[in-house]
């Protein structure tokens, strides 16, 4: 059956959506986010982590609640339109759209720096968006399949890493224990950093037109992939923290690689490379498609350039919305440094995830599957996380969501509000 002129088709099943978020999640963030992470919480990373994964719970279930009632792409940005006005919807999606395409950036730079020497970085990260970019123009299938290939490379690549690094021997460098306790500000900054590595698990959502049975497909991808990552995390932590100890993983660059090298199984650490690149390529390759949905969605209403609101006739994808994305990636890969971007992503997607908590709370019983408590806790979790993240970063994503909203307000004075498309 063709879908009408300027829709997507449905063809994602459960297990691609399945895939597709975890190739979100398990991303660069998982090789790289828990030493940051130990800077700021020490001994307690644990408790960052666990404090992180309540958060993700909790943006998790509303997501899962608003997506079955809107199947349709768009995500937040969507549902927080419907459910609390426009300028909530917009808000929404311009800090999903700023913070995502950081994290976009974050995974090319991450790719790049496990397989190439320094100067050649920026421009091979610059030319693997471009090609994931092509790739995902080919069609949502073409991308569930390459993230379905690049997800069992990255579990392979773990599960060599925490056995290397478990059964090679390794002790902790010496003054590597657990140091004195940090307080609660350390803790709560190790959480939003380590949210960076959760985002991800509501991927689907943003995928909403091309997946099939989206009211009861979307909310078991969602819950499912969110466990088996909080599965995952928790053993390489775990592991991080019994090979390195607090302070030698706080002070690694790589930790895995660390890990893996300093004992009797140091023959792993080129899988745990190999590992490090493919996920940030499959972390790529949804974040890509997730943006451009967005986009899609945004474009629809006239908060974008409705010009990105095509959908290509052959391969039924928003071509242009993810041209434009790519540009934007490869354009920050090229100018902007890996840390800035992880503080700024975090800002922008824990931002996103408040107004879609805000947004689950106003449904009413008919279209409630968890209970509003969840839903406050959300709000109050993302609210404390994005204010202890690093102040630089704060203050810049902030300062690129006022520029969007100050914008729209410039463009809505000049034109009447587009008639609403509905889901």
């Given at each position: 059956m063709t879908p009408p002129p300027g829709r997507l088709v449905r063809r994602l099943g459960l297990p691609d959506a399945i895939v597709i978020g975890l190739a979100s999640m398990i991303g660069a963030g998982v090789f790289a986010v828990f030493a940051p992470a130990a800077q700021a919480a020490g001994s307690w990373l644990l408790a960052g982590l666990a404090l992180a994964l309540v958060v993700a719970t909790c943006n998790a279930t509303s997501t899962a609640q608003l997506a079955a009632t809107y199947p349709t792409s768009g995500g937040t940005y969507v549902y927080g339109r419907t459910q609390l006005g426009p300028w909530w919807g917009f808000a929404a999606g311009w800090s999903f759209v700023i913070g995502k395409t950081a994290s976009c950036a974050a995974m090319a730079t991450t790719f790049a720096a496990y397989?190439?020497?320094g100067p050649w970085q920026r421009p091979v990260a610059a030319v693997a968006v471009l090609a994931l970019t092509a790739v995902s123009w080919r069609g949502i299938t073409r991308?569930?399949?390459l993230a379905r290939v690049l997800v069992a490379v990255v579990l392979v690549a773990l599960a060599v890493a925490v056995l290397g690094a478990l059964l090679g021997g390794a002790e902790p460098p010496a003054g590597a224990g657990g140091g004195a306790a940090p307080g609660p500000q350390g803790v709560l900054q190790a959480a939003g950093l380590i949210f960076f590595a959760f985002a991800g698990y509501a991927r689907v959502a943003t995928l909403g037109e091309e997946v099939r049975?989206?009211?009861r497909t979307i909310p078991r991808a969602i819950v499912t992939t969110l466990a088996l990552v909080a599965v995952l995390y928790a053993v390489v932590a775990l592991t991080l923290l019994h090979v390195l100890g607090p302070a030698g993983l706080a002070a690694s660059h790589a930790p895995l690689a660390d890990a893996v090298a300093g004992g009797s199984a140091s023959w792993a650490v080129p899988v745990v490379r190999v590992g490090a690149?493919?996920?940030s390529l499959g972390a790529l390759l949804a974040l890509l498609a997730g943006v451009a949905r967005t986009g899609l969605a945004m474009a629809r209403e006239g908060d974008l350039p409705r010009g990105l609101a095509a959908v290509h006739p052959r391969f039924h994808v928003?071509?242009?919305?993810?041209?434009?994305?790519?540009?934007?990636?490869?354009?920050?890969v090229l100018l902007v440094d890996l840390r800035e971007l992880i503080g700024f992503s975090s800002t922008g997607?824990?931002?996103y995830y408040a107004v879609a908590n805000l947004a689950a709370l106003t449904q009413g019983p008919g279209q409630r599957r968890y209970p509003r408590a969840l839903q406050v806790l959300g709000v109050v979790g993302c609210v404390v996380l994005v204010l202890t993240l690093p102040p630089a970063s704060l203050l810049a994503g902030l300062a690129v969501l006022a520029a969007g909203l100050l914008a729209r307000a410039l463009v809505r004075r000049r034109r009447p509000p587009a008639p609403t498309l509905g889901p």
């Open positions: 397989t190439v020497p991308t569930a399949g049975e989206p009211a690149a493919a996920a928003p071509h242009r919305a993810e041209a434009a994305v790519g540009a934007c990636v490869a354009v920050a997607v824990l931002l």
